[in-house]
Structures are given as structure tokens and as C-alpha cells.
């Protein structure tokens, strides 16, 4: 027979319908409006994928299951269209062969896409056919466009796609909005057998949420990875990303980190709010005095303050605190970060990119020939970035860092260690601050509670302390989702170097010997005795300076 054979002779050829099925479908057909394979499938007398093949023999096409296959295409392939095409066309990139990049559709009459994927894409295409419900849930686990049929939906291949986001696109939206609404600093995705867990991190907390179904595990790890700009293929690696996204009117950054597991890949989101992670200096928690000598020690004009404390005590914060009280037309500021948490007008902000050689020494070496006046290290890592901080330094900048140490006077000795010769530290260290972060007991349901003699002596307190003062417990309401507290303040150490602590610190002194000097000459406040203060102010509880300054109270 001359021309193009019928999809209806076809599948009787191949067994998959009988003439009478055909002719009941070519009926219902000119009643619906629909085509013959379309109709064969709502009649359920054959299923999807047999009228696919019978397409792909009809015109002559290659076929691909998108339903059952085990392995998304690469990252490459999917960003090869734009999203907003892939989208307006109907059609998903699965393959590169020879120069052609091979897109699947569910239409072969739909051959005027690859024209448009030529000249607005700039690609080469070839067509395979796929079934609809498999084109449908290939738009959906790879882009987050539209949404999957549930088994209660029923049958049809006629069932359009709504065109709008998907669930899971909306359920992404949703756990960001709800995490800002609850003030996070982290939402954790994390897979197990039977279920999804998701946490928000909220004063340095894990707090349980409602998960998603555990069928969404896979699209909603797809839509997280397509967002970052991640390969999505890719299972068996970490990989680390970013997410620009705007939520009810705000920029948000999230930094994500996606990591292997044994039921999936668990995900990790670091929110950085542009608008609320930034604080002034009253916000951080300065005891009146402290806050009067960090004000005059941060406008120096030249020196190392250096900032130290664990992971996650807001060091970066306090850092960037300071330089928004610095930041003046007259002055030029320059900072180098891994990563650049909060974008600053007016400063200067260069990200480490330790795979093409850009580390802290070599931006540290750059900044020097940009006559700055204020440098801001994000880290000290090692000694060639401490010895080029401190040159900096000694050469009429003022410089800012970072080092992890747990208490004040041991940011001296650490340097040291480090292989920076004692009379640089001696010469160049203007000041060290310890900090750590402590939950604020939520004001509306804090309670008085009288502290135990056990309490008061890890914390140092007396009797006599406590007179026309009332310590708090925390209790719990809705305000604060049941945990009694609300927001952190910090808790600090600050110290500045003297004659007689720069003499024991040029002999190689011991941070035992120079923090009882600190303390005499420098009248250095511990992070405990500052949290006790605080927990006399009403602010915050014993439990809380405790859990804080556990390890810095040996060292007293």
C-alpha cells in the first residue's frame, strides 16, 4: 500500500488490537475529537507504550521508555534547552548521537519543534517518541514542570498537563517560605526507609517538620539538584551548589550540599536572608563596656583584630558587623571569603576559588596593590595567609580575621603553631575575641526559677550576685514552638595586647600565662563570667552558658 501505513492496521498487524477494537476506537474518536491511539487507550483496549512503538513504525522514529529508565540524562544534556523551551515545546533532551542532539516527544506530528530548537536553541535535533505519561514524568522529574497522574487519576494519554508548577515545585517553595517564617538557618532534606525527614535549623537547633510523601523523595531531589545546577544523573558523588530564589518579595541565597546516603541523597540548605542576616553592632549582645572598647579598638587604623570561636558562633557576623560601622565613602574596604555570605554595598568582596589556584595568600597579595584600607580575611588557614595578613598589618592596614581556637589568648599561641614567628604575633595582634552563641529565653513565656547550688557554682555564681536580680528558666509557648527560647545573642571574650602581653607573647609564653595576664592587665571578662551576666540580665538561662562555655571554663 502506497504512502503512510495506519496506526489502526498496525497494531492489528502486530496483535495488540482487534479490527472491532479499531473501529470502536475510530468511533469514539470522531465523537471526542481525539485520534485513533489516543482513543485505543482511553477504551483501555491497548495500553501507551504499544501505540508508541506502533508510532515510532509508523513514521519511522526510535523509541524511548522515559517511564522506567534507571538513569536521568547528564547535566550537559538538560541545560542543551532552556528550560522555557523545554517547556513551550513539550519535549526533553535525552542523548547526544553523531552532531544531533536527540529530544523526546509524544507526538510525531509535533517535527516543527526541532526547527525550533535549530534556530532558537542553536541545536541540532533528532526526534524519538516516548509515551505521554513518560514524556510527562520525565518534564516533571527533570525541570519540576507539571505534575505526575496518581494511580486514582485513572488512564488516558489525552490527560493534559496543567501548564502550571508542579507540587514539587511548589512543595520547594513552601519548605523555603515556611523555614524563613520560622527564622532557620538550615533546612535538612534527609531520606530514610520509609519516610523523608525534613529539619529546620533554628537557633542553632534541629527541629523536626512535616516531610514530604515518600514518593516525592526522587522529584523533590531532582527539582533541588536542576535549581542549584547540579548533575542530576550524578548519585554517587557530593556536590555542592547555589539557589537564587525569591521569597514573598526577598532575595534569598541558599548554599546546598547534597551527599550520598544509604536510603538516597541527603541535602542540606545554608539560607543566607540578605536582609535579616545582617546586624548592627547593639544586636550582637555586648555587655555596655565591652561594646565601648570593640567600637574604639575596630576604628584603629592599623593592626590585626583577629575573631575566634567554633564553627557556627557567628564570627563572620560580628566581622561583618564591624565593617558595616566602618563602611564610609572615604574609606576602601576589601574583603577575601570562601564563601561570600552577604553582599555588602559599597565594599569590595572577592570569593576564594581554591580549583583555579585563587586561595585566601593569593587574593591576600592582590588586595596589597589596591592601596585598601581595611582588609577582611574570612579565615586563616594556614601560615603563608597569616604571614601576609600580618605584613598587611604592620604596614598600615587594618586587617580583620578569623581563627578557630577556643578561647581568646589561645588565638596567640595557635598562630604560633602555625609557623608564624612570636615576634610578628607580638608586634602585629592588636586584639583577640572569643565568642559563642547562646539562645535568648522567648520573653513571653520565660519563668523565674531559683538556680540550685550545683547551678551556681559551675557558673561561679553567689548569693550576693544575685541580689535585685532574677534568673530566668525557659518554658515554652507557641511564640517560640514550644523550646522557650527565641533568637541567639553572643557571649564574648575580648582582649587587647599590651606591653607586658606582648613581651610573654614574643618568649613563646603558654595561654594558661597569658590569659591570667590578660586578665590582669587587660581586665579580660571570660566567655562564662559574660554569660552570667547575661543570665542575671534575664536574657538567657544557666543551662544555656553551660552547654557554651563547658570547654572554655577549664580553662579559667
Do not use: W
Not at 527539582?223 to 534569598?252: C, F, N, S, T
Not at 583577629?306 to 557576623?317: A, C, D, Y
Not at 595586647?497 to 603558654?510: A, I, Q, S, W
Amino acid at each position: 500500500m502506497a504512502g503512510r501505513r495506519l496506526l489502526g492496521e498496525i497494531l492489528v498487524e502486530t496483535g495488540a488490537v482487534t479490527p472491532e477494537q479499531v473501529q470502536r476506537a475510530l468511533q469514539l474518536g470522531q465523537k471526542k475529537k481525539v485520534r485513533v491511539g489516543e482513543a485505543l487507550v482511553s477504551l483501555g483496549f491497548c495500553d501507551p507504550e504499544k501505540v508508541a512503538r506502533a508510532l515510532c513504525k509508523q513514521n519511522s522514529l526510535p523509541f524511548v521508555n522515559l517511564e522506567t529508565a534507571k538513569a536521568a540524562p547528564s547535566r550537559e544534556i538538560l541545560e542543551a534547552v532552556p528550560r522555557e523551551l523545554v517547556e513551550e515545546l513539550r519535549v526533553v533532551p535525552v542523548a547526544r548521537k553523531g552532531g544531533s542532539l536527540l529530544v523526546a516527544m509524544d507526538d510525531p506530528l509535533q517535527l516543527a519543534a526541532l526547527d525550533a530548537l535549530r534556530f532558537r536553541a542553536g541545536v541540532e535535533a533528532a526526534a524519538v517518541l516516548t509515551t505521554p505519561e513518560g514524556l510527562k514524568k520525565a518534564l516533571f522529574d527533570y525541570y519540576g514542570i507539571g505534575e505526575p497522574r496518581t494511580a486514582s487519576e485513572g488512564g488516558g494519554a489525552q490527560a493534559d498537563l496543567d501548564g502550571e508548577e508542579g507540587p514539587v515545585v511548589r512543595l520547594v517553595e513552601a519548605i523555603i517560605a515556611d523555614a524563613l517564617r520560622n527564622r532557620a538557618s538550615d533546612i535538612h532534606v534527609e531520606p530514610f526507609g520509609t519516610r523523608v525527614r525534613v529539619r529546620y535549623r533554628i537557633d542553632g537547633y534541629c527541629q523536626e517538620v512535616d516531610g514530604p510523601p515518600k514518593d516525592l523523595q526522587g522529584p523533590l531531589t531532582s527539582r533541588l539538584k536542576l535549581m542549584a545546577r547540579m548533575d542530576i544523573a550524578e548519585k554517587r558523588k557530593p556536590q555542592d551548589g547555589r539557589i537564587v530564589i525569591e521569597v514573598e518579595g526577598r532575595e534569598i541565597d541558599l548554599r546546598v550540599s547534597v551527599m550520598p546516603a544509604y536510603h538516597g541523597e541527603s541535602i542540606v540548605m545554608r539560607i543566607l536572608d540578605k536582609e535579616r542576616g545582617l546586624v548592627g553592632l547593639k544586636e550582637l549582645g555586648f555587655d555596655g563596656e565591652d561594646h565601648q572598647r570593640f567600637s574604639r579598638l575596630i576604628k584603629r587604623p592599623n593592626g590585626l583584630f583577629l575573631v575566634t570561636g567554633p564553627t557556627g558562633s557567628g564570627k563572620t557576623t560580628t566581622l561583618y558587623a564591624a565593617l558595616r560601622e566602618l563602611n564610609r565613602p572615604d574609606v576602601k574596604i576589601l574583603t577575601a571569603e570562601d564563601p561570600v555570605e552577604y553582599y555588602l554595598s559599597g565594599i569590595n568582596q572577592c570569593q576564594v576559588r581554591a580549583g583555579i589556584g585563587l586561595t585566601f595568600a593569593r587574593i591576600l597579595r592582590s588586595m596589597l596593590r589596591q592601596a585598601p584600607n581595611i582588609i577582611l580575611v574570612g579565615e586563616i588557614r594556614d601560615v603563608e595567609t597569616a604571614e601576609i595578613a600580618i605584613q598587611a598589618s604592620l604596614t598600615g592596614h587594618l586587617v580583620f580575621s578569623t581563627l578557630h581556637t577556643n578561647d581568646a589568648p589561645s588565638a596567640l599561641t595557635r598562630l604560633v603553631d602555625m609557623g608564624v614567628k612570636p615576634f610578628l604575633v607580638s608586634t602585629a595582634v592588636m586584639s583577640v575575641m572569643a565568642q559563642r552563641l547562646v539562645r535568648k529565653l522567648c520573653p513571653k513565656c520565660r519563668v523565674p526559677k531559683e538556680p540550685t547550688p550545683s547551678e551556681m557554682r559551675a557558673v561561679g555564681l553567689t548569693p550576693s550576685m544575685l541580689e535585685g536580680h532574677v534568673v530566668y528558666a525557659a518554658e515554652g509557648c507557641d511564640d517560640c514552638r514550644g523550646v522557650g527560647y527565641r533568637g541567639r545573642i553572643g557571649l564574648f571574650e575580648l582582649f587587647e595586647m599590651d606591653p607586658r602581653m606582648r613581651e610573654l607573647c614574643f618568649k613563646g609564653t603558654g595561654t594558661l600565662r597569658l590569659r591570667e595576664q590578660a586578665r590582669l592587665s587587660g581586665g579580660l571578662v571570660s566567655l562564662q563570667e559574660d554569660g552570667v551576666r547575661k543570665v542575671l540580665a534575664g536574657l538567657t538561662t544557666i543551662d544555656e552558658v553551660l552547654a557554651a562555655t563547658a570547654e572554655g571554663s577549664q580553662a579559667d
